[in-house]
């Protein structure tokens, strides 16, 4: 059974970094992509950085520059560096796991407030 765990999320004051990472266990076969999204009270969920099994990244326009993202070469660890965080980065992040197939896999979700 494939599983994919946050954490690290947490309330910081603007400014302020956070880690999150994300443990995947079980197998997942063909990986195209993992990567970090972010859902707000009220919106659509959106990406907010990916990585590929080539190690190309991607970033969402609002995070280039203050968000890092990286993974083990195994494909059981993506982790997503904040740096610079401002109020509106107040969201749940979740963690993402896409195969060549088209299949998603997602985690719980995890919390992450700033504060002005």
């Known amino acids: 059974q494939v599983q994919l765990v946050e954490s690290g999320g947490g309330m910081v004051q603007t400014g302020g970094s956070l880690r999150l990472s994300c443990a995947v266990s079980g197998s997942i076969f063909g990986v195209s992509a993992m990567g970090w999204y972010r859902q707000a009270p009220g919106k659509q969920r959106e990406l907010v950085a990916s990585i590929t099994s080539g190690g190309s990244t991607n970033y969402a326009d609002v995070v280039q520059g203050r968000f890092t993202i990286s993974r083990d070469n195994a494909k059981t660890m993506v982790n997503l560096q904040m740096n610079s965080l401002k109020p509106e980065d107040t969201a749940v992040y979740y963690c993402?796991?896409?195969?060549?197939?088209?299949?998603?896999?997602w985690g719980q979700g995890t919390q992450v407030t700033v504060s002005s």
């Open positions: 993402n796991t896409r195969t060549h197939g088209g299949v998603n896999y």
